[in-house]
């Protein structure tokens, strides 16, 4: 029996998934939060159950140590030789990783050296592949990147209008992001469709706190509404998503606050969070709106013109779509954000039947059969494809 578990590790988290491969089931997930705080939580699922344990956890070694240690005591693996792989999300992989990789002290360097680009996460990440190796030295371990499925965009889509030499001298460019998401919703939609990806036009909306778009022609990535970092792109929780980039000077100059705090507030105080001035949380909102809240309805307005309208851009940069993909916490469970997304895509084919839209996180088409553009719900998992990538990685060494 062979086992592989897919690891995302936070800075002061790390959230698990263990599988039964080739079968592809999962055995238990769980999460450790608040590493190196004190009462740290610690919560595994075990059959039906989820046990929640809150104890001092001070580092990333010692959530490794407990989590393989609870393995054994709740009787789910009986020796850590059971675990043949492992594989670690990692957020930035530049332009050095095009691919899922296996994890060398090379590559490590690698990772970090790549932590200018994404100084909260690559960091982190990196903890949870060393603590990985120091209690497993022996088992398969693989990296697999948030931005490696983009990498196929062209130029024209990654480069900016900036003087050429930033591109080279310091990476600035667009990276995308939330790729192992497109990429597996890209390839279930290929099944679904019972077409070869080459032959597909997607638009794959990845709607939850974080929120992108990508056009995906042949199976590849071709666009995105992410950037240089995740806080491009369109309105999200708590993220502004594209803005005139003189608002920065001019927010600070306005505010007295520094370029840092600005920064933060783009990140943490924007979004469907600023603009309702009541929540980031998307259900939270349609309820607020539905009670009449006008912020609340501005907030949700401003997200879904948003996407409407890389919807309309990206059919137009492949010259049509073949189907548009929902996925994540939103695209996944809010019919009510999908009806409004889809309202008034008419023009380019798109016809969608409201009964079919009242469903929730399962694999379902919302079009009418003779619908030119399909329009399908496939619930996004990453883990899957981690585990999926170690297996392949293991397979070729
Ligand atoms: P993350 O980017 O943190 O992984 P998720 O993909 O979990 O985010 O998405 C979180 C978002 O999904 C939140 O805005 C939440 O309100 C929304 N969401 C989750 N369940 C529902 C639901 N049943 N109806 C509407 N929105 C939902």
Redesign the pocket.
Known sequence: MEKTIAINAGSSSLKFQLYDMPSETVITAGIVERIGLKDSIFTISVGDEKIKEVTDIPDHEVAVQMLLDKLISHNIISSYDEITGVGHRVVHGGEKFTESVYITDQVIADIEALSELAPLHNPANVTGIRAFRKVLPNIVAVAVFDTAFHQTMPPSSYLYSLPYNYYEDYGIRKYGFHGTSHKYVTERASDLLGRPQEELRLITC??????SIAAIEGGKSMDTSMGFTPLAGVS??TRSGNIDPALVPFIMEKTGKSAEQVLDVLNKESG?LGVSGIS???????SEAAKGNDRAELALDVFVDGIHKYIGSYAARMNGVDAIIFT??????????RERVLRGLEFMGVYWDPALNQV??VEAFLNYPHSPVKVIIIP?NEELMIARDVEVIRAQR
């Open positions: 990845h709607l939850g706190n974080g929120a999200m929780g469907m980031s949380d998307l259900r939270d909102l349609e994540a916490g939103i695209g996944e469970n809010s019919s009510y954000i929730r996180g996004t």
